[in-house]
T-cell receptor, first 112, second 116 residues
C-alpha cells in the first residue's frame, strides 16, 4: 500500500527565517497532496494542498512544490512567525482507495 | 455553516460503559470519516462513509460501532473499551472521496476520550 515518509520529525528555526518540510510517497497513482497544521489540543487544519497536474502552489507565506518524477513534495514557510509553531502533517490521496495516508508529522518550533 | 462539530469535547468512561460520540456537518458533504489520534502521531483512519453507506472499515475492533443516520450526522458507538483506546477521536468530512477532485477533508475539533 501507499507509504508517506515525512522529514524532519522536529524542526527549530529562528523567527523570520524559512522552514522546509519534505515528504515522499510510494504510490505513483497518488494525485492529491494536502498539508495540515495542528496546534496543541486543536484539530488538524488544512493550510494548503496541491494536485498532481501542478508543480507549485503558493498562498502568501506558504508554498508547496511537487516533483512527480521523484515522488516527493515539500512545504515551504517563509518569514516564519511564532504562531507558525505547530505540528505539520503531509498526506497523499490514493487514487481509487478512497482515503488519505498521512506522514508522521513534523513539530515546528519558531524561536523568537 | 462551514464547520464540522463534535460532541462531547471530553469523555471519561469505564471499561463496562456504553457511550456515543457525535459528529455533525452542514456543508452538504457526502463523505464522512472517523479517525483515532494518539499523542504525537498522525490521525489513523477508522471508518469512511460515502452517501451514508459504510465504504471503508480499517479492521477496527467491534467495540467501535459507527452509524450514519443521515447525510449530516455521524455517530461512533463505544462499548467495552480498553484503556489503550484512550485517544483523540476526530471526525472529518469531504464533498467526495479520494480521487474525485472533491476530496479535501475538513476536521472537527475532536473528542478526547479517556478509558479507565
Amino acid at each position: 500500500g501507499e507509504n508517506v515518509e515525512q522529514h524532519p520529525s522536529t524542526l527549530s528555526v529562528q523567527e523570520g527565517d524559512s522552514a522546509v518540510i519534505k515528504c515522499t510517497y510510494s504510490d505513483s497513482a497518488s494525485n492529491y497532496f494536502p498539508w495540515y497544521k495542528q496546534e496543541l489540543g486543536k484539530r488538524p487544519q488544512l493550510i494548503i494542498d496541491i494536485r498532481s497536474n501542478v508543480g507549485e502552489k503558493k498562498d502568501q507565506r506558504i508554498a508547496v512544490t511537487l516533483n512527480k518524477t521523484a515522488k516527493h513534495f515539500s512545504l515551504h514557510i517563509t518569514e516564519t512567525q511564532p504562531e507558525d509553531s505547530a505540528v505539520y502533517f503531509c498526506a497523499a490521496s490514493i487514487m481509487g482507495a478512497q482515503k488519505l495516508v498521512f506522514g508522521q508529522g513534523t513539530r515546528l518550533t519558531i524561536n523568537p | 455553516d462551514t464547520e464540522v462539530t463534535q460532541t462531547p469535547k471530553h469523555l471519561v468512561m469505564g471499561m463496562t460503559n456504553k457511550k456515543s460520540l457525535k459528529c455533525e456537518q452542514h456543508m452538504g458533504h457526502r463523505a464522512m470519516y472517523w479517525y483515532k489520534q494518539k499523542a504525537k502521531k498522525p490521525p489513523e483512519l477508522m471508518f469512511v462513509y460515502s452517501y451514508e453507506k459504510l465504504s471503508i472499515n480499517e479492521s477496527v475492533p467491534s467495540r467501535f460501532s459507527p452509524e450514519c443516520p443521515n447525510s449530516s450526522l455521524l455517530n461512533l458507538h463505544l462499548h467495552a473499551l480498553q484503556p489503550e483506546d484512550s485517544a483523540l477521536y476526530l471526525c472529518a468530512s469531504s464533498r467526495g472521496l479520494a480521487g474525485t477532485h472533491q476530496e479535501t477533508q475538513y476536521f472537527g475539533p475532536g473528542t478526547r476520550l479517556l478509558v479507565l
